[in-house]
């Protein structure tokens, strides 16, 4: 009987395989999407056959494909096609923008923006609807904060969203207004959705348009599985346009969906979705991830729940964006329905009552139904250890110390900054590092640069005491993203049986110096062993 010949066969590598003795291996073989062997150029080339498709990796060094554990891949994907304000540095840049989008725009037809940070701009202040009625009278518009925590809204947004000076404060949100009580155009949190909820719905072909531009972002990158952190609550028929995108290809990467708790149906005390659906339901393409819950905001929009008052704004200490009651119901809801339980907390008092509704709903059972906190910005030492002993995973974004850090220091002060979004103080936890991305930049080299520099966008250092190695940020990247999602058996690390995600870089990153760690260029990457992207 004839050998079953690999279909693919990666040659001349710096494979390194990240398995539990560090291996390192020239070439690997490929049959059905998952590695046969792993061996010299000389042992795997002899493995091939007359139909063995043959990539020479040139000497690049080969690792586990990225998994990005906590991103909005549809609404990164909405960005890439709509009005970027990211690069703005003042609001007449904004202001700008917005009045050459109005020129290729339709008269009453929304305008939709993305990106703008105030704490980036000049005026270190949002911009108004005052700001930006000279230039949009005749369009509805919204912007939407980088934090994706807040927007700014023109008046006739608000006009259209029945917004005045009479409307209250939804719960969980702001409606910021100046002295004379009139809003400003800016909407916090839960108040977002008075505006959201009049913007026409995104049809089903930009959804599938704007995952596809995600995944071809993804794969260029080196990404090969990403956990969108809130799915079917952005577009009417947003699963079926991932589950479309997938069946067509146009989204290459391993996808799971995180749902959002306060859009599933309760029924008998628990969560109702898709009679009786749960964490794990799908394919290795496409699957249901675990539910969101939201215990608290944004840190630059200091409106995480922290325990003591901001150093920036001594007035407020944040806010939790539901009773906490409430919070342990849904905890008690998802996981007595089978649901993986992922909670944003960001700051420590958000944080800590995380960690109590994970001691008082799953006890002992914690470890092994792996609860997620997702952000843990603002730590302490005694969160720390109970995160550590309870065995919940952390899925933080180590991209936010650049682009958000200077931000962090103003909010929090040196004391706070401490041991806020820490690294080094987190070993012995289980660790996922993720981008939030459209939040800030995505590629995951360039997260993985700022575990080994710890600098602010600014140049000034942020917690150096809290650096990591370079190897321990990739395997948080890929391991850490695989046991987040219960998927390490079969990604993370480049092992016979796994699933043969990877991606070629031109460099041993452990070879180059840590500021230039974000500029190493990724020049294959593969899923199941197919090649989705060449540079």
Not at 109 to 114: A, D, P, S, T, V
Not at 211 to 236: C, H, N
Not at 349 to 375: F, S, T
Not at 495 to 501: I, L, P, Q, R
Request: proline share 5%; hydrophobic share 45%.
């Amino acid at each position: 009987m004839r050998a079953v010949r690999p279909e693919g066969v990666f040659l001349n590598g710096n494979i390194l395989t990240l398995d539990a003795r560090n291996s390192r291996v020239q070439a690997l073989a490929v049959l059905h999407g998952r590695i046969v062997a792993l061996g010299s150029t000389r042992e795997i080339r002899a493995l091939a056959g007359l139909g063995t498709r043959r990539y020479d990796l040139k000497g690049a060094t080969v690792i586990p494909g990225f998994n990005d554990a906590h991103c909005h891949i549809l609404a990164f994907g909405l960005t890439l096609l709509g009005l970027d304000l990211k690069p703005a540095a003042r609001i007449a840049d904004i202001v700008t923008a917005v009045a050459a989008r109005t020129l290729r725009t339709a008269d009453g037809q929304w305008i939709q923006g993305h990106g703008y940070n105030n704490n980036k701009l000049a005026e270190l202040r949002h911009p108004t609807r005052q700001d930006l009625d000279p230039v949009s009278a005749g369009h509805p518009l919204w912007l939407q904060h980088t934090s994706g925590h807040m927007g700014v809204a023109n008046s006739l947004a608000l006009a259209r969203a029945g917004v005045t000076r009479d409307t209250p404060d939804p719960g969980g949100g702001v409606i910021e207004r100046d002295a004379r009580g009139e809003p400003t155009g800016l909407l916090k949190e839960t108040a977002q959705r008075l505006v959201r909820d009049v913007i026409p719905p995104v049809p089903l072909d930009e959804a599938k348009a704007a995952l596809a531009a995600a995944g071809r972002r993804f794969v260029a990158e080196g990404i090969t599985s990403a956990q969108d952190a809130r799915a079917g609550s952005l577009v009417p028929s947003e699963l079926r346009a991932y589950q479309e995108a997938t069946a067509e290809g146009r989204l290459p990467v391993r996808t799971s969906l995180l749902l959002d708790v306060d859009a599933l149906p309760v029924a008998d005390g628990g969560l109702a979705f898709g009679f009786g659906l749960y964490s794990g339901f799908g394919s290795d393409r496409l699957r249901l991830g675990g539910v969101k819950i939201f215990l608290d905001g944004s840190l630059i929009g200091c409106t995480a729940a922290v325990s003591a008052p901001y150093a920036s704004d001594p007035g407020t200490s944040g806010f939790l964006v539901k009773p906490e009651e409430k919070i342990r119901l849904q905890v008690e809801q998802a996981a007595g329905a089978g649901w993986q339980v992922c909670m944003h907390a960001i700051g420590d008092r958000a944080i800590e009552v995380a960690v109590g509704a994970v001691e008082g709903v799953m006890g002992a059972r914690a470890r092994r139904l792996r609860p997620r906190i997702e952000h843990c910005g603002v730590l302490r030492r005694d969160l720390i250890r109970a995160i550590r002993q309870r065995g919940i995973v952390i899925v933080t974004q180590p991209r936010f110390i650049i682009e958000l850090g200077d931000g962090f220091r103003r909010a929090l002060g040196d004391e706070r900054l401490r041991l806020c979004y820490p690294l080094r103080s987190l070993r012995g936890c289980h660790v996922a590092l993720s981008s939030d991305r459209p939040v800030v930049e995505g590629a995951p080299l360039l997260g993985i640069e700022a575990t080994v520099t710890e600098l602010t966008a600014s140049g000034a250092p942020y917690v150096p005491a809290e650096r990591i190695d370079v190897l321990e940020a990739i395997r948080w990247y890929t391991q850490g993203g695989a046991y987040a999602q219960f998927r390490e058996g079969e990604l993370g690390t480049l092992e016979v049986g796994k699933w043969a995600d990877l991606c070629a870089i031109e460099v041993d990153p452990r070879s180059v110096a840590p500021a230039d760690v974000g500029r190493i260029r990724v020049v294959l990457t593969a899923v199941g062993g197919e090649v989705v992207h060449r540079a």
